[in-house]
């Protein structure tokens, strides 16, 4: 038994070891926002906050997150990155865009007014397989617009 706080809500879980943050995030909480594509840490689709640190969920195994408080993109919700993301139509298939938003988040949180440069550095790990890059980009730098 364990305890993960997850979008400041704390939940007991009974979590077999070895089982990653990603797939108790989904499986046993039903917070499927966080999505699993590669599951071998390569493209950022699961990415979520851990303390504020964006973090590969597919790679995290769940019992070494302790008190270290989970963000989800569920959790962030009504985060302004959100809208930028619709207004600059930035997504295709869709399936990159919560772990997009979330490594973006704390950028923003860093950086409040990133150059493209930076954009494209912090969020290199997130991988968009249709391509949706420059409205990506778009969305991060208008997103306090
Ligand atoms: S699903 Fe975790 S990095 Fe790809
Ligand atoms: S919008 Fe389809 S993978 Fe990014």
């Known amino acids: ?40 840490g390569h493209c950022g689709a699961c990415t ?24 989800t993109i569920e959790g962030l919700r ?7 993301f619709v207004r600059a139509d930035a997504l295709q298939c869709g399936f990159c865009t919560p772990g997009q938003i979330v490594s973006a988040s704390a950028l923003v949180e860093a950086n409040p007014h990133p150059s493209r440069e930076e954009v494209r550095h912090a969020m290199a790990g997130n991988i968009c397989r249709c391509g949706a890059y420059p409205k990506i980009e778009e969305a991060v730098l208008t997103w306090q617009d």
């Open 48 to 71: 979520v906050l851990l303390d504020g640190v964006p973090t590969l969920s597919c790679i995290t195994l769940v019992h070494t997150v302790g008190e270290r408080e989970v963000t």
């Open 1 to 40: 038994m364990s305890d993960l706080i997850v979008n400041g809500q704390r939940y007991a879980l009974d979590a077999q070891v070895g089982r990653s943050l990603a797939s108790v995030l989904r499986e046993d909480i039903g917070l499927i926002g966080t999505k699993i594509a590669c599951n071998e």
């Open 78 to 84: 009504d985060h302004p990155l959100v809208e930028s």
